[in-house]
């Protein structure tokens, strides 16, 4: 009985790595004993390009795994972990490895904790490689920062609105160029915008119909003359904003 008890095991556990050696990143089963020592009883090898490391390194210690984690990290992965096993909430953490030898990563690791009789807590899971998703991200967060850093210094002044009128962005520019008070801008209400510039318009029914006909066509280009009670003239154009060839706003 106890070798067809451990020929069912081996059998199972061969099953379990053929089957995760074909999923991208580490499947793995984490384990935090009563004395609050951590170790990985079941992992895929999928460890090796995570952390660096076999299955077998950690089936009795993490210390494998805490070592290549980011200094800058380490304790907050912790932080994290105990806050799991404490509340037995889900583990959703973002971190930093750097494997010698390897250039940095980025890893999410999830998992489901359970609380086992003997007072231990075992989480269910896996980790993935994200770095390539976190350095997009940076690209991005630089080329909105550029935007934007371009979009306040430009001389004109612009106005971003979506289809349904409401305010998605403006400029100092053009604040000062229509004389829209700061406190009336916060509101991102088309609707304060427009009472207050109506109140300045030398012909604000010509006004009016104008913003009808440009949310009516809102894939055409408007261009229009603009003039004001005090004798300011405004030559204002109107764009169609598109992502992926579909129009959601305007531009002002």
């Known amino acids: 009985e106890r070798k067809q008890a451990e020929a069912t095991i081996r059998g199972k556990d061969l099953q379990f790595r053929k089957l995760s ?7 793995y089963q984490f384990t935090r004993r009563r004395d609050g020592t951590y170790f990985v009883p079941v992992a895929s090898t999928g460890i090796q390009n995570i952390f ?7 089936l009795e210690e993490f210390a494998p795994i805490g070592r290549v984690i980011f200094p800058e990290d380490s304790a907050r992965v912790i932080s994290d972990i105990e806050y799991s096993a404490k509340h037995l909430t889900l583990f959703n953490c973002e971190f930093r490895v750097q494997i010698p030898g390897k250039p940095i990563q980025w890893i ?6 359970e609380k086992l009789a003997d007072g231990s807590i075992t989480w269910y899971g896996f980790g ?9 991200e940076a690209h991005l967060e630089k080329s909105r920062s550029l935007l934007d850093t371009t979009f306040q210094l430009t001389e004109e002044g612009i106005l971003v609105v979506g289809l349904k009128r409401d305010i998605m962005s403006y400029n100092q520019n053009f604040l000062e160029m229509w004389r829209i008070p700061a406190s009336v801008a916060a509101t991102r209400s088309t609707d304060d915008l427009m009472n207050f510039v109506l109140d300045q318009l030398k012909d604000p029914e010509s006004f009016l119909k104008k913003i009808k006909e440009m949310f009516s066509a809102p894939e055409l280009t408007h261009h229009d003359i603009i003039e004001f009670k005090d004798g300011r003239i ?4 109107s764009q169609p904003q598109q992502i992926k060839g579909k129009v959601v706003g305007r531009v002002v």
């Open 234 to 237: 405004i030559e204002r154009f």
């Open 108 to 113: 999410q690791a999830n998992s489901k904790p």
């Open 52 to 58: 660096g490391c076999s299955p077998e390194d950690v």
């Open 21 to 27: 050696a074909n999923v991208p990143g580490l499947i």
């Open 128 to 136: 993935t490689d994200i770095t390539e998703h976190k350095q997009t």
